[in-house]
Nanobody, 114 residues
């Protein structure tokens, strides 16, 4: 019954910033872990960042120091602030939430290009 909806993707120049949002609806239980994955053409889907309900965060080495994940537990909403974007960050970004089970959003395109 849980639905995750991503927003905030788009086109940005190298060095620029974007903020992604993922809102969960239709859930009774807290999504204990929420996170962002991305998949570029020809590549495997990879973890970008995750955050627990207690605020513990995990980041991929490639985004450490540039991306920041945060969440609003009351809304079961997760955010990804992306700074100093690089062309290699170009991908479809997917939201993931885990409560009693796992849920995925449909993805939002992020394109970093001059």
């Amino acid at each position: 019954q849980v639905q995750l909806v991503e927003s905030g993707g788009g086109l940005v120049q190298p060095g620029g910033s974007l903020r992604l949002s993922c809102a969960a609806s239709g859930t009774i239980f807290r999504l204990n872990v929420m996170g962002w994955y991305r998949q570029a053409p020809g590549k495997e889907r990879e973890l970008v960042a995750s955050i627990t309900s207690g605020g513990f965060t995990t980041y991929a080495d490639s985004v450490k120091g540039r991306f920041t994940i945060s969440r609003d537990n009351a809304k079961n909403t997760v955010y990804l602030q992306m700074n100093s974007l690089k062309p290699e960050d170009t991908a479809v970004y997917y939201c993931r939430g885990v409560g009693p089970r796992e849920y995925w959003g449909q993805g939002t395109q992020v394109t970093v290009s001059s």
